[in-house]
């Protein structure tokens, strides 16, 4: 949990910094740079970080060879989407464009700091993890501190103290690691693992990557000022489920255990969907009755335009939590197919609802689509838990060595 909050407290820190200084139609282009930059992130953890854990995971002893190797994939990876940001850059015009000018200087960085993230967890060293995302926030406080204390914070100068941490945790980790590129073994691992990448590729495309790319969509559909503004509904909320990030894993752990009982099992995951969506619906009332000024201390003059967003989206975020839990179950007691299928089903139907909302109304229109959305959502996962939840006991499977 404290290495989720340093690692989510980085880009937190910057959107907060640029709404403060930057008006609505600014946030709204940075917004989309830092969505496009997180959607080829995704790309590159799931296809080359998450295969590189596991692989550190499994054999120990190869650890320092796998983790050279998926630094040598994550420059590459860091290197084509730069090229790949850049062009963008080059045919979105204004702030829009610098921005995205911008993430592509950050792909190599942002992407190798990541990787030997995935790596400080694949070796069972969490405190490594967290000094890299300590030192690009540490890096980035003191920059952007320093520069607001001059009277210099300029949104470009923020997100290149931004970038600027994210140099410093990549260059802190290779050290540490005492790693070196190795190309001469990526024919081996693309032998090895490309099956593996594949699916987690086909995994977060249909699980997140539906979702990113909905809202690139939207920063086309709307104004940038009015994009802007539902960033900040969607941000304000995002805090909770990140901090549950951490607790999620003991949750699925806790139901794990229970595999042999179903039962039981849907029982502990209906109480904790209760409890999710009791946290949500506490954290939701809070910031609803948060005072104007105090929102408009973290996001500036855009917070004025999301405030009227808010109240629906934070209840479409306790119907979005309620679903973690019936999601885990359906990890413990269903197939992988049950899991993809119910997962593609369930995003297509939130994603629809967000687009829908949003060619028909505009902001407003995409939060009440999302909230639908979300309805409908945990019906689907609901009522497939409960199906999975009906079968009978399946013994706990072992892994061959």
């Not at 407290?9 to 969505?35: E, M, N, W, Y």
């Not at 930059?37 to 295969?51: D, K, P, Y």
């Amino acid at each position: 949990m404290v290495d989720q909050v340093l690692s989510s407290g980085t880009q937190l820190l910057l959107l907060v910094l640029v709404a403060r200084q930057a008006d609505p139609a600014t946030f709204g282009a940075l917004s989309v740079a830092l969505i496009a930059n997180g959607f080829l992130l995704g790309l590159v953890r799931a296809g080359i970080g998450e295969v590189v854990l596991l692989r550190c995971r499994a054999e120990r002893s190869a650890s320092q060879r796998d983790a050279s190797v998926g630094l040598f994939l994550a420059l590459a990876a860091g290197g084509v989407a730069g090229l790949g940001l850049l062009g963008a850059s080059t045919i979105v015009s204004g702030e829009a464009g610098r921005f995205l000018l911008l993430m592509a200087l950050a792909a190599p960085l942002v992407y190798t700091q990541d990787l030997l993230r995935y790596v400080a967890y694949g070796v069972g060293q969490v405190d490594q993890a967290i000094v890299l995302d300590g030192v690009w926030l540490g890096v980035q406080a003191v920059v952007s501190g320093t520069l607001l204390a001059w009277g210099e914070a300029t949104p470009i100068r923020l997100v290149l103290a931004w970038v600027g941490g994210a140099g410093a945790g990549a260059l802190v980790g290779v050290l540490r690691q005492r790693l070196r590129l190795r190309p001469v073994a990526i024919s081996r691992w693309w032998v090895e693992e490309r099956a593996r990448a594949g699916g987690f590729l086909t995994d977060f495309l249909v699980s997140n990557g539906m979702w990113q790319s909905s809202f690139l969509l939207l920063g086309a559909m709307f104004p940038l000022d009015e994009f802007g503004a539902l960033r900040v509904a969607f941000l304000s909320l995002s805090p909770l489920a990140n901090l549950l990030a951490g607790v999620r894993t003991l949750t699925l752990a806790h139901l794990g255990g229970l595999r042999a009982e179903p039962a039981r099992a849907r029982q502990r995951a209906a109480q904790l969907a209760v409890a999710l969506s009791s946290a949500a619906a506490v954290y939701g009332t809070a910031l609803v009755l948060l005072p104007d000024r105090w929102g408009s201390e973290l996001f500036g003059e855009t917070w004025g335009e999301a405030t009227s967003l808010v109240g629906l989206l934070a209840a479409g975020e306790v119907l979005r939590l309620s679903t973690f839990a019936a999601i885990d179950l359906i990890k413990v007691l269903g197939s992988p197919i049950d899991l993809v299928r119910t997962r593609l089903v369930g995003g297509v139907t939130v994603v629809a609802g967000l687009l829908v909302g949003a060619a028909a109304a505009g902001p407003r229109g995409a939060v009440v689509g999302t909230v639908t959305g979300y309805a409908l959502h945990g019906i689907i996962w609901w009522r497939e838990a409960w199906t999975v939840g009906k079968r009978p006991a399946q013994p706990a499977q072992t892994v061959p060595a």
